[in-house]
């Protein structure tokens, strides 16, 4: 029996850590429990009794227990990192604000039979998830556009068969053994986000295929809002902040990113990065004018 590991992390959100929690359990009965699943839950110093309840209501779930600063990157390593510990044959990795659809696992299977008969190898799996409300996709995955440029663009639904892409999301993301083995878990250096982007970046540089799942794999809003909005309102030392915070423009992270994976366009990138800071009412009529 295939031993699997879901990882989650979670910041004060524990109607929606829940909710998460209960799809993810409806979902592995629905697959008639072919599979023995272990799931790993970093609360990384929620307040509002987050593990409380993931405990009274999940008691099989492993709760660990986070610095406070780990943000989405460091809380989903630190789950992936205990869960190594376990050998399990395949990593789920899932945010806390998805609601998988119940026949996941049977997507999953699909795919890595596709994949095995496509490329002669297992890959990474994505999920495709809407917006409840627009019904619109909010999370997937992604091709290139232009790459020096490092624009993209997302895959539409296709129901009919996986897509291979680029850059995915891991919102619902799936990682086999042999993959871990070949190019680690989710890499040092990024704090909350762009570690997915990451990931399958490095797998297309081993080669080693990313597909998207056929239909969709379930549900997430898509609830970050223009930065740039409310930068030009803020003071020179607010901006800065905004610019480094981990759930602000993330420019740590981002510039990480750029220079591990995109090196040639990196000097303007950095360039650009303060250039908001400095005149932001300029970079703001230039970004609305080109987006």
């Keep these: 029996m295939q031993k699997i590991a879901v990882l989650f992390t979670c910041f004060n959100r524990k109607d929606k850590t829940i909710s998460a929690l209960n ?11 072919k599979s023995e699943m272990t799931v ?14 993931v405990k009274q209501n999940f ?27 376990g050998n399990y044959d395949a990593y789920l990795l899932l945010n806390d604000d998805t609601n998988i659809c119940l026949g996941l696992f049977e997507m999953i299977h699909v795919t890595n039979e596709y994949c095995l008969k496509e490329y002669n190898q297992k890959g990474i799996y ?33 129901d009919n068969k996986p897509q291979k892409c680029e850059l995915g999301n891991a919102n619902i993301m ?10 680690g878990i989710l890499s040092d250096g990024y704090i ?3 570690a997915d982007y990451d990931y399958t970046l490095k797998a297309l540089k081993k080669n080693i295929p990313s597909l998207v799942m056929p239909g969709v794999s379930g549900e997430c809003t898509n609830d970050h809002s223009n930065p740039y909005l409310k930068f030009e309102k803020l003071n020179f030392k607010e901006r800065i902040k905004m610019l480094y915070n981990p759930i602000g423009l993330d420019f740590k992270s981002q510039s990480y990113h750029m220079k591990k994976h995109f090196p040639l366009r990196y000097p303007f990138f950095y360039l650009m990065g303060w250039f908001k800071v400095l005149f932001p009412k300029l970079y703001f009529i230039i970004f609305q004018k080109n987006r």
């Design 23 to 33: 799809f993810l359990y409806k979902a592995y009965k629905n697959s008639g429990n």
């Design 40 to 53: 790993y839950l970093t609360d990384d110093g929620s307040i509002d009794g987050t593990s409380v309840i």
């Design 59 to 85: 008691p099989d779930v492993k709760i660990l227990k986070g610095s406070g600063d780990l943000y989405w990157a460091g809380g989903m390593r630190n789950s992936w990192m205990e869960a190594l510990k």
């Design 126 to 158: 994505i999920g495709a998830t809407i917006d409840s409300k627009t019904r619109k996709v909010s999370y997937g995955g992604s091709v290139f556009v232009n790459r020096f440029l490092a624009s993209m663009k997302r895959l539409p639904i296709n």
């Design 174 to 183: 799936f990682v086999p053994k042999t993959v871990v083995d070949k190019i």
């Design 192 to 194: 909350h986000g762009m």
